[in-house]
């Protein structure tokens, strides 16, 4: 079974940072693409970032300029640093990962979710 653990969130400051993290442990083969989403209340879960294996990455025009996506292949980690961080980007942040079994199967996981919020 392969699980996926977000850590790093909590309250900040407008203007401030946080780095959340995100592990996978489990019968892993491989980790293919990585991203990062979030949905704050009474929204709809959003897409902020992603990352493929080879390291390409995308954002939403939102935070553009102002967060970070990496990996960490040999650690199965993959991480977002958020700077510049605004009320607006509070919200609840889920990890999501396209994974490669042992057994050769291919799953799409999420995290469990960690909260950020910005305050004003």
């Known amino acids: 079974q392969v699980r996926l653990v977000e850590s790093g969130g909590g309250l900040v400051q407008t203007g401030g940072s946080l780095r959340l993290s995100c592990a996978a442990s489990?019968?892993?083969?491989?980790?293919?693409?990585m991203g990062w989403y979030r949905q704050a209340p009474g929204e709809q879960r959003e897409v902020v970032a992603g990352?493929?294996?080879?390291?390409?990455?995308n954002y939403v025009d939102s935070v553009k300029g102002r967060f970070t996506i990496s990996r960490d292949n040999a650690k199965n980690t993959f991480y977002l640093q958020m700077n510049s961080l605004k009320p607006e980007d509070t919200a609840g942040y889920y990890c999501?990962?396209?994974?490669?079994?042992?057994?050769?199967?291919?799953?799409?996981?999420w995290g469990q979710g960690t909260q950020v919020t910005v305050s004003s």
């Open positions: 999501n990962a396209d994974v490669r079994t042992r057994l050769q199967r291919v799953c799409e996981i």
């Open positions: 489990g019968s892993i083969f491989s980790i293919d693409a």
């Open positions: 990352i493929t294996s080879g390291g390409m990455t």
